[in-house]
């Protein structure tokens, strides 16, 4: 089989293009990765299949015979909002070292809000001396939102760890000790019953500004928000007020609208939020290059795209 040129395509300000290169190439020692800005013409010609990382799309349409790409990130909801109606299909990262990544992260920020680590934060700053009254995993009520690859791990891992875990999605899921729902009317009785809600759901046009005021308000009191998902699920706006009035307790927030998220946003200085800058799950470059190669050689033996996102869908 011929040598196939195989660009990476990434923002012009991408830091890793480089270090992904080079472990893309070490991946498939049979097959010439190249950045997309080293392509002369002539190979531009030729590429069928692109790996991509959050590309600029006009860099995809100069690629003529494209059949497909390879996303190294798991959300690819930018991409597919940029590229609109598109022949070319897109093809996101999964990844099982990506899920228990992302699953070691929502334990640990439900940790957090569980065991009210916010809370004794703001009290030293004042220095109060005040235990909070325990309480176990299994009488705190987590729900997430998307059982994806990332969203049922997260679920095992809670589960594991003792919460009483339930979860919504498109298609209603089995999930072993996981309570599950789908659909806009039991999203609202979930959300009644959910004290710590964790979202990892795509952007889509269906869930964008899903979390408004009214599903805020559905949430107990004292009910608190991670959202390790995409910043435009919940209105902004609404989850302000939310926390300005307390009936949310505090929200931890990855992602933004917006990212880097600019200084002065509100959220960097609000007494109820804990901001990340968009590390709960990064790819591991190791992991995610092999799952990578294993597609492409797939497709280089049988001709078969791997199974790509749904652009009617939108994930
Ligand atoms: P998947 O596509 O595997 O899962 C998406 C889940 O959301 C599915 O359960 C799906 O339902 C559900 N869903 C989608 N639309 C709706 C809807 N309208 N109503 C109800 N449920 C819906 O995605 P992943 O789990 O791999 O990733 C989820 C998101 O996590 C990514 O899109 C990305 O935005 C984000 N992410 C964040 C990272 C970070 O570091 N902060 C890292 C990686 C990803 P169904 O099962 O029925 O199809
Ligand atoms: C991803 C992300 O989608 O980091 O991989 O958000």
């Given at each position: 089989?011929?040598?196939?040129?195989?660009?990476?395509?990434?923002?012009?300000?991408?830091?890793?293009?480089?270090?992904?290169?080079a472990?893309?190439?070490r991946?498939?020692?049979?097959?010439?990765?190249?950045?997309?800005?080293?392509?002369?013409?002539?190979?531009?010609q030729?590429?069928?299949?692109?790996?991509?990382?959050?590309?600029?799309?006009?860099?995809?349409?100069s690629?003529?015979?494209?059949?497909?790409?390879?996303?190294?990130?798991?959300g690819?909801e930018?991409?597919?909002?940029?590229?609109?109606?598109?022949?070319?299909?897109?093809?996101?990262?999964?990844?099982?070292?990506?899920?228990?990544?992302?699953?070691?992260?929502?334990?640990?920020?439900?940790?957090?809000?569980h065991?009210?680590?916010?809370?004794?934060?703001?009290?030293?700053?004042?220095?109060?001396?005040?235990?909070?009254?325990?309480?176990r995993?299994?009488?705190?009520?987590?729900?997430?939102?998307?059982?994806?690859?990332?969203?049922?791990?997260?679920?095992?891992r809670?589960?594991?760890?003792?919460?009483?875990?339930s979860?919504?999605?498109?298609?209603?899921?089995?999930?072993?000790?996981v309570?599950?729902?789908?659909?806009?009317?039991?999203?609202?009785?979930?959300?009644?019953?959910?004290?710590?809600?964790?979202?990892?759901?795509p952007?889509?046009?269906?869930?964008?500004?899903?979390?408004?005021?009214?599903r805020?308000?559905?949430?107990?009191?004292?009910?608190?928000?991670?959202?390790?998902?995409?910043?435009q699920?919940?209105?902004?706006?609404?989850?302000?007020?939310?926390l300005?009035?307390?009936?949310?307790?505090?929200?931890?927030?990855?992602?933004f609208?917006?990212?880097?998220?600019?200084?002065?946003?509100?959220?960097?200085?609000?007494?109820?939020?804990?901001?990340?800058?968009?590390c709960?799950?990064p790819?591991?470059?190791?992991?995610?290059?092999?799952?990578?190669?294993?597609?492409?050689?797939?497709f280089?033996?049988?001709?078969?795209?791997?199974?790509?996102?749904?652009?009617?869908?939108?994930?």
């Amino acid at each position: 089989m011929n040598r196939m040129t195989i660009p990476f395509v990434a923002r012009a300000d991408y830091a890793r293009s480089a270090d992904w290169v080079a472990a893309l190439q070490r991946s498939m020692p049979a097959q010439r990765i190249v950045a997309f800005d080293q392509l002369s013409q002539s190979e531009k010609q030729e590429c069928t299949v692109a790996i991509v990382a959050n590309p600029d799309p006009q860099d995809l349409a100069s690629l003529p015979a494209l059949r497909w790409v390879q996303s190294v990130w798991a959300g690819v909801e930018r991409l597919v909002a940029q590229m609109g109606s598109t022949d070319i299909s897109i093809v996101r990262l999964v990844d099982p070292q990506l899920a228990a990544t992302m699953a070691e992260a929502v334990l640990a920020w439900t940790l957090f809000l569980h065991r009210d680590m916010h809370t004794y934060a703001a009290q030293q700053q004042q220095r109060q001396w005040r235990a909070l009254d325990y309480v176990r995993p299994q009488q705190r009520r987590v729900g997430i939102l998307g059982l994806g690859s990332l969203g049922e791990a997260a679920a095992a891992r809670l589960v594991a760890t003792g919460f009483h875990v339930s979860g919504w999605s498109r298609q209603r899921k089995q999930i072993t000790d996981v309570a599950c729902f789908a659909g806009a009317e039991q999203l609202d009785f979930m959300l009644a019953g959910t004290d710590i809600l964790i979202c990892l759901l795509p952007l889509t046009p269906h869930t964008e500004g899903l979390l408004d005021a009214r599903r805020l308000a559905l949430l107990p009191p004292d009910a608190s928000v991670i959202n390790f998902a995409r910043g435009q699920i919940i209105d902004d706006g609404a989850l302000r007020a939310a926390l300005d009035t307390g009936a949310l307790k505090h929200a931890v927030l990855d992602v933004f609208a917006t990212e880097p998220l600019p200084p002065e946003q509100w959220q960097w200085q609000h007494a109820r939020v804990t901001v990340l800058p968009h590390c709960t799950a990064p790819t591991d470059m190791g992991t995610a290059s092999a799952i990578v190669a294993e597609n492409i050689a797939r497709f280089l033996t049988s001709g078969t795209v791997p199974k790509s996102i749904d652009i009617e869908r939108g994930y």
